[in-house]
């Protein structure tokens, strides 16, 4: 718990919203009244009139929720280096990824987002990755295998040169930071064989999706005669820093829950619920974090800025979890549908 004497761990800025909130209102009291017109004029039912009638309703409606969800828009800023004065010690992280389908969601995804999370700017001994893995793919875990061994080399080149987005497609295919010592022949050479090692990283999960022959020998042998929807639980330690290691990596585990075919499975609710259960028995963290397997960390220290707004002493009696903006990679090109939420990062300056 942080020291309650402490300066404050997050702060909230609420915006001036003044002027927004009177034209909205403005904007819902004659939509209020056109709906009211039609009430009243039902009687010169046609079917124009019933089409503008379900598009006035609809305009009626979303506008109550626009409204009532940004009404007191704030902005939370958060104070890191106050979190390591005012604990003692940074409590542990459970992280859960949840998978569900091997060919929609490709491992070489799945493998990015547990890299990000894997070389978080976290102590490495209080943080455990779990991935849930709904599709029963042999591939997905042979994809995290893989992975782990290339974590190996990842995540000391990320903290050494302090790189942000610490997925490596997404490393790899943007312009060096520009924090980065990118001239140095030391930088250069390492960040070469980094990207050699991630190439031949994504070549074998590409060669081994290809092949489409599932291993079934070894640590795979507990996926013949396994169906998507009818199996055993699988739990597999991927990689265990058996010896606590300051340095070392945090733990991977993989789990792909008991399915029966009778029995419902609730989607990604009955894969967190299980991920809760079974990492509830080996590491048990007090904070959990929470990823789909598309959903890449691009903050290296989000936990800390998390952490800030839950172990304030202010938060520990409002706040029960913290959710961060969105961004989203792969989208088309100059954003036609506003995916990017460019205005709303831009304008309001949405940090991570
Ligand atoms: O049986 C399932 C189905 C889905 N998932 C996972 O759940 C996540 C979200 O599912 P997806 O179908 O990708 O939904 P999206 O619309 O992309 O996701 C948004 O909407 C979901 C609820 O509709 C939220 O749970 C997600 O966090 C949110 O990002 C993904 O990681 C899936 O792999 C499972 O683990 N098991
Ligand atoms: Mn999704």
């Known amino acids: 718990m942080a020291n309650q004497n402490s300066f404050p761990l997050y702060q909230k800025h609420w915006y001036n919203h003044t002027y927004k909130r009177v034209t909205e209102s403005l904007l819902l009291v004659l939509l209020l009244l056109q709906l009211g017109y039609r009430a009243i004029s039902v009687s010169n039912y046609s079917f124009p009139w019933f089409l503008a009638f379900v598009c006035e309703s609809w305009f009626t409606i979303s506008l109550f929720f626009t409204l009532s969800t940004q009404w007191s828009p704030a902005e939370i800023k958060t104070y890191p280096e106050r979190l390591l004065q005012s604990v003692q010690e940074v409590p542990a992280?459970?992280?859960f990824v949840t998978t569900a389908d091997p060919v929609l969601e490709p491992p070489i995804i799945t493998v990015n987002t547990v890299l990000s999370l894997l070389a978080l700017d976290y102590p490495p001994h209080?943080?455990?990755?779990?991935?849930?893995?709904?599709?029963?793919?042999?591939?997905?875990?042979?994809?995290?295998?893989?992975?782990?061994?290339?974590?190996?080399f990842w995540v000391p080149f990320c903290k050494k040169y302090d790189v942000q987005v610490r997925a490596p497609f997404r490393y790899f295919s943007a312009k060096p930071q520009v924090s980065t010592p990118t001239n140095t022949p030391e930088f250069k050479q390492e960040w070469l064989q980094m990207k050699n090692m991630y190439d031949d990283l994504s070549q074998k999960i590409e060669l081994e999706t290809s092949q489409k022959s599932n291993p079934s020998h070894g640590d795979f042998s507990v996926?013949?005669?396994?169906?998507?929807?009818?199996?055993?639980?699988?739990?597999?330690?991927?990689?265990?820093?058996?010896e606590d290691l300051e340095d070392g990596l945090p733990h991977l585990i993989y789990i792909s829950r008991e399915k029966r075919p009778k029995h419902s499975h609730h989607f990604k609710a009955g894969a967190m619920n299980v991920l809760t259960r079974v990492s509830g028995l080996i590491t048990n963290a007090p904070f959990m974090l929470n990823v789909d397997c598309d959903m890449i960390v691009n903050n290296p220290k989000i936990v800390h800025h998390a952490l800030c707004i839950l172990l304030d002493p202010k938060g520990q009696k409002e706040v029960a979890f913290a959710q961060c903006p969105q961004q989203f990679y792969a989208t088309l090109k100059d954003d036609p549908f506003g995916n990017q939420m460019a205005i709303l990062m831009k304008v309001i300056e949405i940090k991570y």
């Open 126 to 152: 209080k943080l455990a990755c779990y991935v849930s893995d709904d599709g029963c793919s042999p591939l997905t875990f042979y994809a995290l295998q893989e992975a782990s061994k290339f974590a190996k």
């Open 223 to 242: 996926f013949s005669n396994t169906e998507r929807t009818n199996h055993p639980s699988i739990i597999k330690v991927i990689w265990e820093n058996k």
């Open 93 to 95: 992280v459970d992280m």
